[in-house]
């Protein structure tokens, strides 16, 4: 229950943070992604299924307040979830190159697969102007955000652990 608040909280954070702050620091319309962040930070921390539930609700709530098709951002971020919780094994607390891959990798294939959703299938094949003025400069945003905002979310996964295995001591 103190996982499903705390995620919660994280995920409303993380979309105040895009849709306010950074929105006043944004680089030519560019405003990182920390919903991405988050979403693919608790795919490879938790495992799969969490980042898939994580990513739903990261993309809903997303679609809710900006898609111009509810579901569209869920499904893309679900995806994207599910795919950084394969990692899960991979995935060592003390090594950032992962995460930062990772990160990187999910904010490309978000704008490239919402290009390909919304872009492409209303016949407009500038992907080479895209990627160069909107994917591109989103990825490079976001992982200089991610060396400030991934620190916070590991160390908020390992307090969490640390009180789960506690709670089980208890139990035994």
Do not use: W
């Not at 992962?98 to 992907?127: E, H, K, N, W």
Request: charged content about 15%; glycine content about 8%; overall charge positive.
């Amino acid at each position: 229950m103190k996982r499903f608040i705390v995620s919660a909280i994280l995920i409303i954070l993380c979309f105040l943070l895009q849709t306010t702050f950074f929105k006043g620091l944004a680089f030519g319309g560019i405003v990182p992604n920390p919903l991405i962040i988050i979403t693919s930070s608790c795919g490879f921390m938790r495992g799969d299924k969490t980042g898939l539930i994580i990513g739903f609700f990261c993309g809903l709530l997303s679609d809710i307040f900006f898609g111009n098709v509810i579901g569209l951002n869920a499904m893309i971020y679900m995806y994207i979830g599910y795919a950084n919780g394969k990692f899960h094994q991979i995935f060592f607390p003390d090594d950032i190159k992962l995460p930062l891959f990772l990160i990187l990798t999910s904010d490309l294939a978000y704008g490239f697969l919402y290009y390909v959703t919304l872009f492409l299938m209303r016949c407009r094949f500038q992907i080479g102007f895209y990627f160069l003025h909107i994917i591109l400069p989103e990825a490079v945003y976001t992982i200089l955000i991610t060396l400030l905002l991934y620190p916070l979310v590991l160390k908020i996964n390992k307090m969490l652990e640390e009180s789960e295995r506690r709670s089980e001591r208890k139990f035994v």
